[in-house]
């Protein structure tokens, strides 16, 4: 009954080295979450950051407006609360203060239920030499692919 919506954050896995990962609830208001079941959400320039009461906000995620709301309609870019455990918060922020890590949202999806999740993950910044290092392997996975299916055919 329900689609299922999954919506990746790509260049975060290029530029980033994913340490662990979490699965949060998102604090949404009516229209954000049927925009989000249209798939009209982006989350390739957001981050994640801590406020003074170490709870935990998605920053520059972008959910576009809902084309059939009124007056009530949402932001299209708001900080979003997010949804998780105490003792995980406590870890991450003591991650972030302590080795200097970042949170990056990863995947926005919904559930079985039809409940939006933001699946974050604690991350280290690569190098330049990393990244193309990551492009190499790319690029001799695509030609060893290419080798593969010639040969089968």
């Known amino acids: 009954?329900?689609?299922?919506?999954?919506?990746?954050?790509?260049?975060?896995?290029?530029?980033?080295?994913?340490?662990?990962?979490?699965?949060?609830?998102?604090?949404?208001?009516?229209?954000e979450i049927k925009s989000i079941r249209l798939g009209k959400a982006n989350i390739a320039e957001s981050f994640c950051e801590f406020n003074g009461k170490n709870e935990l906000f998605a920053i520059n995620t972008y959910i576009e407006e809902y084309?059939?709301?009124?007056?009530?309609?949402?932001?299209?870019?708001?900080?979003?609360?997010?949804?998780?455990?105490?003792?995980?918060?406590?870890?991450?922020?003591?991650?972030?203060?302590?080795?200097?890590?970042?949170?990056?949202?990863?995947?926005?999806?919904?559930?079985?239920?039809?409940?939006?999740?933001?699946?974050?993950?604690?991350?280290?910044g690569k190098k330049n030499y990393d990244k193309r290092e990551s492009l190499k392997e790319q690029d001799t996975k695509r030609d060893l692919d290419r080798i593969k299916k010639s040969f089968n055919s």
Request: charged share 30%; hydrophobic share 40%.
């Open 67 to 124: 084309a059939f709301g009124n007056q009530f309609n949402h932001k299209s870019r708001s900080e979003r609360k997010l949804l998780l455990n105490k003792r995980e918060l406590k870890s991450l922020a003591r991650s972030v203060q302590a080795k200097g890590l970042t949170i990056i949202p990863l995947r926005l999806f919904t559930n079985e239920k039809g409940i939006a999740k933001l699946e974050i993950g604690l991350c280290k």
């Open 1 to 31: 009954m329900l689609k299922t919506v999954n919506i990746l954050n790509k260049r975060a896995r290029f530029d980033y080295e994913i340490i662990e990962k979490y699965t949060a609830g998102i604090v949404l208001a009516g229209t």
